[in-house]
């Protein structure tokens, strides 16, 4: 198993700014996924970050919006830009593990955007 | 497109109770499904994985089936306790994409 650690763990955000959470792994691993989770909805993955690459964006999800970076094999930062009340969610990190890939995911970030 | 879905209804049952979850999910059966807690403020943590040619999974208190012929998985906690209180989510595995797609979750109230 991974142990994920965030930061930061919650924050209250003015419309129009942007915030990076981060994401720190115990272990090294190539693939870092980043998660949307909005109240009383799934799980929706953003995109994947690779080290060394661009991240992979999922539809709906725009470099833009959602800059990553992944500077090393335990590391990686989101950005939410220039933020809307509509971006106010949980922002999980995972990684997997295991011969099957469980997804171990990180405490996640709970962003309110007023 | 592929989907899960699970009952979004909070459960609520009695402690020493059996809980079933249920988990339908459409088009073609993935290659394994995997079941998740999540406690409130919290990243969800795995449970148990169960494969497409399996039938039944258990560990301890836990146990999950996987009917392709219902195109479903039920999630089974017996003797639950008021710890058990949490949502499970359903996942699906997608080998041709490699990603995982969530259920919206069940929240599970264990009654003492």
């Known amino acids: 198993s991974a142990v994920i650690s965030q930061k930061p763990s919650r924050d209250i955000c003015q419309r129009g700014t942007s915030l990076t959470i981060q994401c720190q792994v115990d272990?090294?691993?190539?693939?870092m996924f980043w998660y949307r989770q909005q109240p009383g909805q799934s799980l929706t993955l953003i995109a994947t970050a690779n080290q060394g690459s661009e991240a992979t964006y999922e539809s709906g999800f725009v470099i833009d919006k959602f800059p990553i970076s992944r500077p090393n094999l335990t590391f990686s930062t989101l950005t939410v830009s220039n933020m809307s009340p509509e971006d106010s969610s949980i922002y999980l990190c995972?990684?997997?593990?295991?011969?099957?890939?469980?997804?171990?995911f990180g405490p996640g970030t709970r962003l309110l955007v007023l | 497109s592929q989907k899960i879905e699970q009952n979004s209804e909070a459960l609520n049952i009695q402690e020493g109770k059996t809980a079933t979850l249920t988990c339908n999910y459409t088009?073609?059966?993935?290659?394994?499904l995997q079941w998740y807690r999540q406690d409130p403020g919290r990243g969800p943590v795995f449970l148990l994985l169960i494969r497409e040619n399996e039938k039944e999974k258990r560990k301890e208190r836990l146990k999950v089936t996987f009917d392709t012929t219902l195109k479903q998985s039920l999630f089974h906690i017996t003797a639950s306790q008021p710890a058990d209180s949490a949502t499970y989510l359903c996942?699906?595995?997608?080998?041709?994409?490699?990603?995982?797609?969530f259920g919206t979750g069940t929240r599970l109230k264990v009654l003492a």
């Open positions: 272990s090294q691993v190539t693939m």
């Open positions: 996942a699906r595995f997608t080998s041709g994409t490699y990603k995982y797609i």
């Open positions: 088009n073609y059966s993935p290659a394994y």
């Open positions: 995972s990684v997997r593990g295991g011969q099957l890939g469980t997804q171990y």
